[in-house]
């Protein structure tokens, strides 16, 4: 089947998040909370990450639009054990629930060796890489875990009840880029599937099932009462597990099955729970651990390993940095639109 190719073009990194911003704000966001979800999701354009960008706009718009959730929200930051920082993200974003606990959980971090970021009562919508990438910035290891909406069927089980339930991880590098990945632990992120649906591709065996729970490659079908697969069968499936376990059994946030949006049409930003952890390497070993990080790059690289996880996302960032951001025409001009649109008071 043969695929469209839509028509590029490159606009300046602050441009676009400029424009997004603006365009949150438009659609019922704060100053704050609008800036915050700006750079995140320009980010995740800037590096390639394209079911994660520009793509999800009209998710974010049509969920403002439907009251699911509240983009002027405050979250309030509960310092509650020497390592361990709680915030009620009161209905908003996770992003900027994550931006106003950064500072102490970082400082617990460093005097700890290690701090636990607990995030409930929040939406999540983007990607999770940009959530710890800064941590590795700033010298730190980072995870985070964070679950989503029922669209994967459980390995051996005959319906969905996990979510894509991502998992990123970040840790510094001397001499590189931090070492970053963020992966579902289903076998195709939920995004990619709506990509390839609107592109008109077919998928590899092993993705999804349709409606009657049978396999298929057809991600119309998946998203049409079916449903995603984790990645390799029990392994992807425990992790899965434990993505529920942590990201709402432990944060207090819902599972990916305790929420009901159906009285909201148009929402579409799971009301879950996100978890971070952070170390402070320093605390462990006399040689740097941005050095030991360093040394396994280099044995992987003479193992014969040509692309690091996430390396990709830094070539298309400097790629962007020179040529300026690539987005679809028919992108810019929904974001022009989104700007120009009414919204009822």
């Avoid at 005959?158 to 991880?169: C, D, E, H, Q, S």
């Avoid at 049978?214 to 697969?229: K, R, S, V």
């Avoid at 529920?244 to 059994?249: K, Q, R, S, V, Y």
Wanted: hydrophobic share 45%; aromatic share 6%.
């Amino acid at each position: 089947m043969s695929v469209s190719i839509e028509p590029l073009i490159r606009v300046p990194l602050a441009e676009l998040q400029a424009l997004l911003q603006q365009v949150f704000q438009r659609h019922g966001c704060s100053e704050a909370v609008a800036g915050v979800l700006a750079a995140n999701c320009a980010s995740a354009q800037r590096d390639g990450a394209h079911s994660h960008g520009v793509f999800r706009m009209p998710g974010y718009v049509s969920t403002l639009a439907s009251g699911w959730v509240d983009g002027r929200a405050v979250p309030e930051v509960n310092d509650v054990a020497a390592a361990f920082v709680q915030v009620d993200a009161k209905g908003g974003f996770a992003q900027p629930a994550l931006a106003a606990a950064r500072q102490l959980l970082v400082q617990k971090a460093r005097s700890a060796g290690i701090a636990v970021l607990a995030i409930h009562n929040s939406h999540h919508f983007a990607a999770l890489w940009p959530d710890v990438e800064p941590f590795a910035e700033e010298g730190l290891i980072a995870l985070s875990v964070v679950n989503s909406m029922t669209c994967v069927v459980p390995h051996g089980a005959r319906k969905p009840l996990f979510g894509t339930n991502p998992i990123a991880f970040a840790a510094p590098c001397a001499g590189h880029p931090p070492i970053v990945f963020d992966m579902a632990t289903s076998a195709m992120a939920h995004g990619d599937v709506q990509i390839a649906a609107r592109q008109g591709e077919q998928l590899p065996t092993g993705v999804g099932v349709d409606a009657a729970g049978e396999p298929t490659t057809d991600p119309q079908a998946m998203l049409d009462g079916g449903a995603l697969l984790p990645f390799g069968g029990h392994k992807g499936s425990a992790l899965s597990m434990m993505v529920e376990l942590l990201a709402a059994g432990l944060t207090g946030g819902h599972f990916s099955w305790e929420f009901d949006w159906s009285q909201h049409p148009g929402a579409k930003t799971p009301w879950t729970g996100q978890l971070i952890i952070v170390i402070d390497p320093a605390k462990s070993t006399a040689t740097p651990f941005s050095y030991r990080s360093a040394a396994l790059v280099e044995q992987m690289h003479a193992a014969g390993l040509s692309r690091l996880p996430g390396q990709r996302r830094f070539i298309e960032r400097e790629l962007s940095s020179d040529r300026g951001v690539s987005v679809t025409e028919v992108q810019w001009l929904e974001l022009q639109g989104m700007l120009e649109r009414q919204v009822d008071e």
